[in-house]
């Protein structure tokens, strides 16, 4: 009986400090108690025009989404809701190189029978505007062709001297 009455005075309490908090906030109290995770501002950032080049030379995850090609996502999504004017540049070379490839590249070099896990993801990033592009240099060392890439993705000289360049030209980059 004890332990039913410390629930319903916690729960009486819990609606009580609930009903004040939000009355004061309709009330315009700007001492009223915040919200635990309430995120205020203090610099807001807005982009008119920006250049940016992701460099996607290694494997990094965040669960089974690669973290560039999520970043990559989020800023042309960004982009689009301010209506930022610029550009966004994907290079994948390295240990990143294989995620352009057509499903049957992909398949053989992985050595698996399941298809690119990451075809859509390019596919969607380069339907937003990003120019997704392959290193020249790890297509040799793959002996990979163009017709092994997936449709949309370009092929550079090589991604270090394109970084070198695009850095150059003002993009900036991120690793």
């Not at 004017?85 to 352009?100: C, L, N, P, R, S």
């Not at 240099?137 to 370009?154: I, Q, T, Y």
């Amino acid at each position: 009986m004890r332990s039913t009455n410390v629930v319903t005075a916690l729960v009486l309490g819990l609606l009580l400090a609930c009903g004040a908090w939000s009355s004061a906030l309709m009330a315009g109290d700007v001492n009223a108690p915040q919200a635990a995770h309430a995120i205020q501002i203090n610099v807001p950032v807005r982009l008119e025009t920006a250049n940016v080049v992701f460099n996607m030379d290694h494997l990094a995850f965040s669960g089974d989404m690669p973290v560039g090609i999520k970043y990559m996502h989020l800023l042309a999504n960004r982009f689009t809701e301010q209506k930022t004017k610029g550009q966004i540049v994907g290079i994948f070379h390295g240990d990143a190189a294989h995620w352009t490839l057509s499903d049957s590249a992909y398949n053989v070099y992985r050595s698996v029978s399941t298809g690119n896990p990451y075809k859509a993801l390019i596919g969607d990033l380069i339907k937003q505007g990003v120019q997704v592009e392959e290193c020249a240099v790890s297509m040799k060392a793959h002996n990979w062709g163009n017709d092994d890439l997936l449709p949309g993705v370009k092929v550079n000289t090589g991604a270090v001297i394109r970084l070198v360049q695009l850095t150059q030209e003002g993009y900036a980059q991120i690793q």
